[in-house]
């Protein structure tokens, strides 16, 4: 008996002593906490990515401000609070975790999701919830936000479609490629990966010959490699993403194919140059393009590159795409919270309203959001090669700023008449 | 010969590595769950095992006999563990069985995720195995080595293990405990110390079928629930512990999903449990299973 009431004396001193910190804590005390969901993928083959997204979460808070004892991030004026919830990178999944963020745990605005039918989930969803703010993670589904968009649902990262900016071009021009083959899993975000780049690459008179669509999650692409053509193209299209690429690259090499690789934003990225195998160097000489770039050498990045390996020692060798995304969209929410200095009354309206105007540069250049609440930022043509110690990384090619949703096509280009799709574009 | 006559036969070989792949799989399963009726939902936890301790392995040497040794024994080792502190304990309760060995992949899942992190791994296939072998009436006339490798790796592993149970006299104790054990211990036979040999013999089979999976294809998170699926419908679709039935499930199941997968990949997963449920309605004890 005695003891449990030390006990509970001891918890009341404490949550007394607690009062009296945040009293003279100089913020004017008492400060409110608005909490943050955060959703990535930390199971199946987007597992790596979805800690790599976390990353960037935490290094926008880290970055705008201090963390605390409690694990809530103190601003100016109010605290953070974020609470992470891990997906599988199915929408069903993702839409559950979203509404326990939502629903259980109450968060006044969810950042996230990781992937692309996880994105198009979200997004409905989040128009039955109109007074919570949707930032997205890194799905980057061209839908998401350019076709029947949430007035709710912001994204400060560029989708799959933007991701390829430069590449079709690059491929056709200066690589020489006009017959095509593609490799990709059969789901939103390679559809919109594989439309970008077919935009450019078949209007400068490239042709994409066959078209391979497989379940996402296959680890045996050993009758995708037969069906590939052995003569007549000039390169394959690869959109697979973590354990999957690895396993077609592998498959391939072992099957002695050797036609050259033309890469999705997420096919060579770090998660896949980090592990060892001798298929990787076939990897050489792959062009891709995305959203980041190891090698560039503005200084936003390099600072934001030093950031990240001081915050997280067992981070990948470099912040990933999807580190990036998941940082841009934080601190968009977090400039948008600094602009209405952390008011969230009146359903969120003047937050939303501020946030539909953030402007940022960002590690890769400027984001700012079109109409749709989508970003209009930068991208980068990328070309993988053996770097003085050895370990492959992306080497930029070019740089295209400002790039807008439709790749410079506008809103009424044939190619956008549709919504990316198995079948569509296309130019056999 | 005709395109698609060679892309069919390319197919029917690479559906028949691959079943050779999930007979290995499943060929631990068999015994452990088909013939002794154990109850064991960690044996793709195992398998996981098995294929992380080989990537250890062979990182440290370089070797792939090696990294196939150390997958088998660590998880030989694992089973003794499990079979000694927990399943022997619960003989013959399916349920208790059931809820314990999901709690236990799920335990070795996550310690494994804290270990080597979401990264995914690959073994490098054994010298002998590299490269490829021309074969006339394939694509392009040449197949991965190491896959045809597979088909070999399956074929003693059944020649093994048939001669095990049919030819010794561990394999007649084996057969006998499973249909009377009280009569076989009256004989003096120690039953248990033979129940532990196959549940370690199966969990080992598991750990060095992680080792050739890992070669063949790559070891990340999550593949415990795939692998034990995959050993659930082989066993299931041919017959519980019937080793010619799981060759045949292995065969019915790797054929399907390479099939699918070429004529029509956004249904292949759902051909192979098609192909489960017709066979459960037609012989509900498996193709070559005795009726319970």
Known sequence: MFGAKTGRGLVALMFVASIAAGACGGSGGGDKVIKIGGLATLEGPFAVPGQDGFRGIEQALAKYGKKLASGNWQMDGYQI???????????????????????????????????????????????????????????????????????????????????????????????????????????????????????????????????????????????????????????????????????????????????????????????????????????????????????????????????????????????????????????????????VKGDLSNKQSAFMAALAKVAFDGPTGHVSLDANRQAISSNYVTEVQKGADGNLQNVVISKADNVDQTLGLGATSPFLAQPVSRDFPSCP | MPKALVDFLTVLLNGVTLAALYFVVASGFTLIFGLMRTTNMAHGSLYMLGAYAGVSAYTATGNWIVALVVGFAAVVVVGVVIHLGLLSRMAGQDLRQALVTIGLSIIIADLLLAKYGGLTYQIEPPSFATGSVAIPFVVNGTYSAYRLFMIVVAAAVYAGLWLVLNRTRIGWYIRAGIDDRDMLSALGVNVSRVFLFVFALGAGLAGLSGVIGTTALSISPSEDGRYLLSSLVVVIVGGMGSLSGAVIGALIIGLSEQIGLFYAPTYSIFITFVIMAAVLAVRPQGLLGRPA
């Open chain 1, 81 to 339: 609070q974020l609470i992470k919830e891990g997906s599988d990178a199915t929408p069903a999944v993702a839409l559950e975790k979203a509404k326990k963020l939502i629903e259980q745990d109450n968060v006044d605005i969810l950042i996230g999701p990781l992937s692309g039918d996880e994105g198009l989930a979200v997004k409905d969803y989040a128009k039955t919830v109109p007074d919570k703010t949707f930032v997205n993670g890194s799905s980057a589904a061209q839908d998401t936000t350019f076709r029947d968009a949430a007035p709710n649902f912001f994204r400060f990262s560029t989708d799959g479609a933007q991701w390829m900016a430069g590449l079709g071009k690059y491929a056709f021009t200066t690589k020489g490629y006009k017959n095509v083959a593609v490799v990709a899993e059969d789901y939103s975000f390679p559809y919109t990966q594989v439309g970008g780049f077919m935009y450019e690459f078949c209007a400068a008179g490239g042709h994409v010959v066959q078209k391979n669509w497989v379940p996402l999650g296959t680890k045996d692409y050993s009758s995708v490699v037969s069906n590939l053509p052995t003569s007549g193209i000039d390169a394959i299209y690869v959109a697979l993403g973590g354990s999957d690429a690895v396993n077609f690259f592998t498959q391939y090499n072992q099957a002695g194919g050797k036609a050259k690789f033309i890469g999705g934003s997420i096919t060579v990225d770090q998660s896949v140059l980090s592990v060892t195998g001798s298929f990787k160097d076939q990897l050489a000489g792959t062009i891709a393009a995305g959203p980041t770039a190891d090698s560039a050498t503005n200084q936003e990045w390099l600072d934001y590159v030093k950031g990240y390996k001081a915050q997280f020692t067992d981070g990948l060798p470099f912040p990933g795409l999807f580190a990036l995304s998941y940082y841009n969209e934080t601190v968009g929410v977090l400039e948008g919270l600094k602009a």
